[in-house]
């Protein structure tokens, strides 16, 4: 599934193939780090997409930053994505960070809503124009659950 997500983004994410034809996104931190961790969402036992988190904030000093998300298409507008989200944020309470790349206006879009309905519209946005990443960010608290 990260090769369709990185084809995906390919018009907005500076990348090329490699010699295998493959954009080649290397998973071997989510299972090598602690604060690293993979999410998958299956739909009748199926690969429907993925989420990746980590602690690589831009913004704070500690904290978790979803660091890459997908729901195939097939999926998408159905809630599997809003829901595949509010897994990861329950799943790891606390400071969070989603960021979205400039040009990639439906992931604002989606995020936005997603998180603003999460949240119950307590978050905030930032922009960040120089460093390293650079984008449109999303941050809240989730609180622990008493689940």
């Not at 954009?23 to 989420?51: E, H, I, P």
């Not at 790349?101 to 992931?107: G, K, T, V």
Request: charged content about 20%; some cysteine; aromatic content about 14%.
């Amino acid at each position: 599934m990260l090769e369709l997500y990185q084809y995906e983004l390919s018009d907005i994410w500076d990348q090329d193939l490699d010699d295998s034809g493959e954009y080649g996104y290397s998973l071997d931190r989510y299972f090598q780090a602690s604060r690293c961790k993979a999410f998958v969402a299956l739909v009748s036992g199926k690969f429907a997409g993925f989420a990746l988190a980590d602690g690589a904030v831009k913004l704070g000093t500690a904290g978790n930053w979803m660091d890459q998300f997908f729901i195939l298409k097939k999926y998408r507008r159905a809630g599997l994505g809003a829901e595949l989200a509010c897994t990861v944020f329950r799943a790891l309470p606390g400071y969070w960070e989603v960021g979205q790349m400039r040009d990639n206006l439906a992931a604002q879009a989606f995020w936005r809503r997603v998180i603003s309905a999460h949240t119950t519209g307590a978050y905030t946005e930032h922009s960040l124009s120089s460093g390293s990443w650079q984008g449109v960010i999303q941050s809240f608290t989730q609180p622990q659950s008493d689940a």
